[in-house]
């Protein structure tokens, strides 16, 4: 067994006994890859911040009953965001919102190349985003999981309980498609 996964394994048990701060550590070494699934999968940073909060609040409540079955944690974190993403867009569906525009950060202004980038910035992205909606929803979670939580084939296939040659034909197909 890998160290990593011993340190992990120990950190949960700690934390499933009440240890707040191994459940800082468990948090820490996992949220920024589930907030990137999760703005992914929702497009909203504000949406994202909120769902990844609701993620490890549910982690935290269900931790107790945890175990590791020798995958890694962030796979069942994953599980957890994923079901959260559904019900967030589920919710989202029923009522209407208009989202407010995003005033940039510092690191944003000073990037800032001129309105012309900006708006090519923006249709290329518009661009993915119509184009992910075409894919199956197999090949978008493929996809959202490889690229924006920034997980291995072999990770995708464990969160997604599939084989990792499925996975490696998801992610093919998803970007024929997408070219």
Known sequence: MPAENTNEDTLVLSAQQGDRDAFA???EANVERVYRYLLSRL???ADAEDVTTEVFINAMKALPSYRPKGTPLIA???RIAHNQAVNHIKRRARRQ???LLDTPSLEQAAA???PEEEVLSNIRLGEVAQAMQDLTDLQQ???NLRFAADLSIA???TVMSR???AVKFLQFSALRALR
């Open 163 to 165: 084989k990792e040659g």
């Open 25 to 27: 550590q468990l948090y």
């Open 155 to 157: 990770e995708v296939a």
């Open 141 to 143: 979670q493929v996809l």
């Open 76 to 78: 069942w974190l994953f």
């Open 97 to 99: 919102e208009t989202p």
């Open 112 to 114: 800032y190349e001129g």
């Open 43 to 45: 497009g909203e940073p």
